[in-house]
């Protein structure tokens, strides 16, 4: 079988994985993630799980590396990872009350094939009050998350809605990835702990 090597140090992304019984390693990468003004969210995700996943393709020429990478876009603007409380403030204050997106996109790169594909997400955000943006800030939450908050922890208050695949927003599409691994041979569609 060959070996998985995930290209993040994300917490949830190992969750996922290891919960759905994949075998992996993990080697983050660290890429500029610098993407040029205008490209579009699909376009971004893929093209940084992308370099994620060239990376560490590098070092390891005989597995299937897996790069992710997911943001948030609310009017057309893409959210990444708030700076500080006061960035993750103005993020939270933008979503509450509104609709945003949340797109995941993912790198499979192996010797003989590359995979990249998106999910996009809408999640709803019920109307926030100050005292509840500042409570969830102070937690110190926001700061590993686009958009500044997580939907699998305290973040899940603030949704009231979601249209599309949950993991998405959780930051890997577990499903999709897994049907991706099974047709390139990578799993065989049983499980085993």
Do not use: C
């Amino acid at each position: 079988m060959t070996n998985i090597v995930l290209a993040s140090s994300s917490p949830r992304r190992k969750e996922l994985l290891s919960q759905v019984f994949i075998p992996y390693t993990v080697h983050a990468a660290d890429v500029d993630e610098t993407i040029l003004e205008g490209t579009m969210p699909s376009d971004a995700v893929e093209q940084l799980a992308l370099r994620k996943a060239e990376e560490i393709f590098a070092l390891y020429p005989d597995a299937a590396v897996i790069g992710a990478d997911t943001v948030v876009v609310h009017n057309g603007h893409i959210l990444g990872k708030p700076a500080d409380a006061v960035e993750a403030r103005a993020m939270i204050t933008a979503l509450s009350g509104t609709i945003h997106s949340v797109y995941t996109g993912v790198a499979i790169k192996t010797r003989n094939e590359q995979i990249i594909f998106h999910e996009k997400t809408d999640v709803e955000f019920w109307d926030l009050s100050e005292e509840e943006i500042a409570s969830y800030i102070e937690t110190g939450e926001p700061f590993d998350k686009a958009g500044g908050y997580g939907i699998q922890s305290a973040g899940a208050l603030f949704v009231k809605a979601i249209q599309g695949d949950y993991f998405t927003v959780v930051g890997l599409p577990i499903s999709s990835l897994y049907r991706h691994l099974k047709r390139l041979g990578i799993v065989t569609g049983t499980f085993s702990s």
